[in-house]
């Protein structure tokens, strides 16, 4: 079995992050060394910067050469932690800011790796996936811009709609579930909330999240409703259609342990209202897997829902940036994708099929099985 520095056919294995990703692409490298413990390297990240002038223009650097290597690109475009000055103001970056600096990063390298891949956790511009009326068309834009530079592989996770992938046919695309690690935390919290099938229930918020939501339903065993979301087309409020009601489809709920799954948290209110009405049909445990944890307008919503009973958990990954507070409070749980993002990009770089990886039903049976034996 090749070394995963030792595959010729693709170069050395070299990681870039943009900035903001420094301290995640740390534990990323932290597990490659594991994995690669006879490489003798101190590190496969490669230094790189995006600088700033005073009037908000930029250019990226790459401090080293990365001639004939394989380079992945770790790209959090939501980190709007990051801040930058303009003109003398404090400027947060945008998802716009962050997908310009990919650019220049790909720019720096000037065509002189073997392969190029970026791992976009949270897909730039995946909520406009489609066109309804005389509307732009960003993420397939922004996706044909990717293959065009010379990206050949892009890797996201849980994206709004995978179908997206169909504007650039001739490039790699692989969009992942962190379903197992999903289950995996929450066996952890409370192993019963999902052993116990006789009264655990999978729900979607709406119609949109209900291909995840069957996948855990037929893994675990587990029965499955849906609401769907009744809006108001007549108006838009914060760039969206403003939502009416939320119907029921499925089974009784009371004394059910509820798991809602989605995609992602943004301002959170249709996950609350979700969760409320779960109380009124008399559910009892509530518990919100959300792959992307924004919180877009903070936590108070959230603090109080807790605080209400209406939810007992909340699991997101950390693949986009934790709003400060997050990790103190007490209805959060962390899911943690460092280590198996180190896993696809080893087993990328050895030339080693990642077919396990993407469709994780074996570990999932095996984890599960434990848990049996040990209840």
Not at 28 to 37: G, H, I, R
Not at 279 to 285: D, E, P, S, W
Request: proline letters at 3%; a neutral charge.
């Amino acid at each position: 079995m090749k070394s995963t520095v030792e595959s010729y056919n693709l170069g050395k294995l070299s990681v870039l992050t943009l900035n903001g990703g420094e301290e995640f692409a740390k534990k990323v490298d932290y597990y490659l060394k594991k994995f690669n413990e006879d490489a003798e390297l101190d590190t496969f990240l490669i230094e790189s910067n995006a600088t700033r002038f005073g009037t908000g223009e930029a250019k990226a650097t790459i401090n080293e050469s990365v001639r004939s290597h394989d380079i992945y690109i770790i790209a959090d475009v939501f980190n709007y932690g990051v801040r930058y000055k303009m003109y003398g103001q404090d400027v947060p970056m945008s998802p716009d800011d962050h997908f310009q600096d990919l650019k220049r990063l790909i720019s720096a390298i000037g065509g002189k790796a073997k392969r190029l891949t970026v791992i976009m956790p949270m897909l730039y511009e995946g909520r406009q996936h489609k066109r309804t009326s005389r509307e732009s068309l960003d993420c397939a834009m922004a996706l044909t811009e990717l293959a065009n530079m010379g990206v050949q592989n892009i890797i996201t996770f849980d994206a709004h709609d995978a179908r997206v992938q169909s504007a650039i046919p001739l490039s790699g695309f692989e969009n992942i579930q962190p379903t197992y690690q999903m289950i995996k935390a929450c066996l952890r919290y409370d192993k019963d909330i999902i052993l116990d099938k006789e009264n655990t229930m999978i729900v979607s918020p709406d119609e949109g999240a209900m291909s995840r939501c069957m996948y855990y339903s037929s893994v675990l065993g587990m029965n499955l409703g849906t609401f769907y979301k009744r809006r108001d087309y007549s108006r838009v409020v914060n760039g969206k259609n403003p939502i009416v009601a939320h119907e029921f489809l499925g089974t009784d709920l009371e004394g059910k342990n509820i798991i809602v799954v989605d995609d992602m948290i943004a301002s959170g209110d249709s996950m609350i209202d979700v969760s409320k009405e779960l109380k009124k049909r008399k559910a009892n445990k509530v518990v919100i897997f959300s792959t992307f944890g924004l919180f877009t307008e903070g936590f108070d919503k959230f603090d109080k829902a807790y605080e209400e009973g209406l939810i007992d958990a909340v699991f997101t990954t950390n693949l986009v940036y934790d709003r400060p507070g997050l990790l103190e409070k007490p209805w959060y749980k962390q899911v943690d994708m460092t280590k198996y993002i180190a896993l696809i990009i080893s087993e990328l770089n050895a030339e080693r099929s990642i077919s396990t990886l993407l469709n994780p039903i074996g570990r999932i049976e095996k984890v599960l099985n434990k848990y049996k034996n040990e209840a």
